[in-house]
């Protein structure tokens, strides 16, 4: 619903990221959903799982003992995992 939602109203490329454990190949279906109703615009879709252990979720978003990022290596997908690295 939201890769659906993302390509009806995005006009220009997107970075998209996949921020909770989903299941294997979550990325591989969101890409296709926007591919085959977002037209013309290519967004990149990054995988970004949170490490949060019970107890200490707060402080391990605020400070991640360990970031990862997954994407495409394509020039496009590099791009985008370089943009996300920033941010941390």
Do not use: W
Not at 39 to 53: C, K, M, R, T, Y
Not at 60 to 66: E, K, T, V
């Amino acid at each position: 619903l939201c890769a659906r939602t993302i390509a009806k109203v995005a006009k220009t490329p997107k970075i998209v990221v996949e921020k909770s454990t989903v299941p294997v190949r979550t990325a591989d279906s969101m890409r296709r959903v926007l591919s085959a109703n977002g037209g013309d615009v290519q967004h990149q879709i990054l995988s970004n799982p949170e490490f949060l252990a019970e107890g200490t979720g707060i402080e391990d978003l605020r400070n991640p003992s360990r970031v990862l990022i997954g994407g495409l290596q394509t020039p496009e997908g590099k791009k985008a995992i370089a943009f996300l690295a920033d941010v941390y």
